[in-house]
């Protein structure tokens, strides 16, 4: 049984940083990425950041590019999400998810595996 479990959501001000984790747990076989996505009160859900199997390659949404970062630590089977400047519109539920491929987890369309989500508040 895999279970993906975000943690460090929050409200915070407008221009405030906040770090985001998601630790893995249960067997993966073989190579994955990690990304997470975001979604909005009345909005669908929209990718936000991938990183590949040994963060040599990762992917960002154009809305996110040079706020938010994001990293791995496999021995700690945990993917983070450094979320810098934030701006009111980040505001959204934050999901952490694994697939194969960076291009898999960009594509969204058939994720392997789902957290339950961790709420990010951004006041202006």
């Known amino acids: 049984q895999v279970q993906l479990v975000e943690s460090g959501g929050g409200l915070v001000q407008a221009g405030g940083s906040l770090r985001l984790s998601c630790a893995v747990s249960?067997?993966?076989?073989?190579?994955?990425?990690m990304g997470w996505f975001r979604q909005a009160p009345g909005k669908e859900r929209e990718f936000v950041a991938a990183?590949?199997?040994?963060?040599?390659?990762?992917n960002y949404a154009d809305s996110v590019k040079g706020r938010f970062t994001i990293s791995r630590d496999n021995a700690k089977n945990t993917v983070y999400l450094q979320m810098n400047s934030l701006k009111p519109e980040d505001t959204a539920v934050y999901y952490c998810?694994?697939?194969?491929?960076?291009?898999?987890?960009?594509?969204?369309?058939?994720?392997?595996?789902w957290g339950q989500g961790t709420q990010v508040t951004v006041s202006s």
């Open positions: 998810a694994v697939d194969s491929t960076v291009s898999a987890v960009v594509a969204g369309t058939q994720i392997k595996y």
């Open positions: 990183i590949s199997r040994f963060g040599v390659s990762n």
């Open positions: 249960g067997r993966i076989f073989g190579t994955y990425a």
